[in-house]
């Protein structure tokens, strides 16, 4: 019914910057809080950043100052822009999306929440 795309991942050096993008579809209502969470090797899964309708905004303590997640409803979009990116950012990222989605008659209504299929960010030089 609703299916993320994420892209955006890749090589980065140390310092250096990146954009990570996701995009939802399908018979979308309306999407009200986004997320990007990481997950890197033997390591548990964390929460990035998230942001809500009205674009609040909560970061993660080891990401606050470098990373800013943004959001664009007429794409259904989020993304998150990364700076001064450390070797301990390299991760597999995924998006989160929460919201409501419409049935196919359209006459009802109901909540979801998917997530993307992760991209990966390597920081190193």
């Known amino acids: 019914q609703v299916q993320l795309v994420e892209s955006g991942g890749g090589l980065v050096q140390p310092g250096g910057s990146l954009r990570l993008s996701c995009a939802a579809s399908?018979?979308?209502?309306?999407?009200?809080?986004m997320a990007w969470y990481r997950q890197a090797p033997g390591k548990q899964r964390e929460l990035v950043a998230t942001?809500?309708?009205?674009?609040?905004?909560n970061y993660g303590e080891p990401v606050k100052g470098r990373f800013a997640i943004s959001r664009d409803d007429a794409k259904n979009t989020v993304n998150l822009q990364m700076s001064s990116l450390k070797p301990e950012d390299t991760a597999v990222y995924y998006c989160n999306l929460k919201g409501v989605y419409s049935t196919d008659s359209g006459a009802a209504y109901r909540n979801f929440e998917v997530w993307g299929q992760g991209t990966l960010v390597t920081v190193s030089s």
């Open positions: 399908g018979s979308i209502f309306s999407v009200n809080a």
């Open positions: 942001i809500t309708s009205g674009r609040g905004t």
